[in-house]
Nanobody, 120 residues
Framework: QVQLVESGGGLVQAGDSLRLSCAASGLTFSSYGMGWFRQAPGKEREFVAA??????YYSNSVKGRFTISRDNDKNTVYLQMNSLKPEDTAVYYCAAKYGTWPTSGGADYWGKGTLVTVSS
């Protein structure tokens, strides 16, 4: 059974940093593109960052502040979030897609999410 388990969320102040982790099990991790998405209260889920063999891709709203990375030995993908803003407040979800980028409408697996709250 495939599982994606996010961790690392919490309550921080504007300007602080957080690192989210997503531990994957039950799949051949290195064969999957991985991504992070988020959903703020009352809003639709949106793309944040994705990573596969050919490189990384970020939404304009986080580019330069967030960094996605992976450790294939640990079956884990990370999201380093710096210079956090109140508008980054959301539930952050990890996603996996075999062979390519995961998208909001096209991921094979999803985690249950971790809440990030940024206070002003």
């Amino acid at each position: 059974q495939v599982q994606l388990v996010e961790s690392g969320g919490g309550l921080v102040q504007a300007g602080d940093s957080l690192r989210l982790s997503c531990a994957a099990s039950g799949l051949t991790f290195s064969s999957y593109g991985m991504g992070w998405f988020r959903q703020a209260p009352g809003k639709e889920r949106e793309f944040v960052a994705a990573l596969r063999w050919s490189g990384t891709y970020y939404s304009n709203s986080v580019k330069g502040r967030f960094t996605i990375s992976r450790d294939n030995d640990k079956n884990t993908v990370y999201l380093q979030m710096n210079s956090l803003k109140p508008e980054d407040t959301a539930v952050y979800y990890c996603a996996a897609k075999y062979g390519t980028w995961p998208t909001s409408g096209g991921a094979d697996y999803w985690g249950k999410g971790t809440l990030v709250t940024v206070s002003s």
